[in-house]
């Protein structure tokens, strides 16, 4: 693994950190399954497409690419990689490690994670 790759992975895994002590510390249940979706993105649909195929074989359900305009308006794909799963850093982060193996094979654009704050 190269530093850089090395880097990326270690700000990931200090960002998922953050969300799950903030959504716990919110209240959030921490024994539920949570819908995680991870975000990605690109601009070569092929790419886009072979990486969409590689996370399914991977056990996520992906989400249809659709077109979105960056700030800077440029033109995207986009698309979700979806799990289901407790709200535990550890999991998140091997299933982060996987994810972007498989976006940075294809050059893909993994452009982080999100859930939803669930009530106890």
């Known amino acids: 693994m190269s530093e850089t790759n090395l880097a990326e992975i270690n700000e990931?895994?200090?960002?998922?950190?953050?969300?799950?002590?903030?959504l716990i510390a919110d209240g959030s249940d921490p024994n539920a399954t949570y819908v995680i979706e991870?975000?990605?993105?690109?601009?070569?649909f092929?790419?886009?497409e072979?990486?969409?195929?590689?996370?399914?074989?991977?056990?996520?359900?992906?989400?249809?690419?659709e077109e979105m305009?960056?700030?800077?308006?440029?033109?995207v794909l986009c698309f979700d990689?979806?799990?289901?799963?407790?709200?535990d850093a550890d999991k998140i982060n091997a299933d982060l490690e996987t994810l972007l193996g498989i976006a940075d094979?294809?050059?893909?654009?993994?452009?982080?994670?999100?859930t939803e704050f669930i009530e106890p």
Do not use: M, N, S
């Open 69 to 75: 305009e960056t700030e800077d308006g440029e033109e």
């Open 81 to 87: 990689a979806i799990i289901e799963h407790p709200l």
């Open 12 to 22: 990931w895994r200090a960002f998922t950190q953050e969300c799950v002590d903030a």
């Open 38 to 44: 991870h975000h990605f993105a690109g601009d070569d």
């Open 105 to 114: 094979k294809q050059e893909i654009v993994y452009d982080g994670w999100g």
């Open 46 to 48: 092929a790419a886009l």
């Open 50 to 65: 072979k990486v969409a195929v590689d996370l399914f074989k991977a056990g996520f359900e992906v989400t249809d690419a």
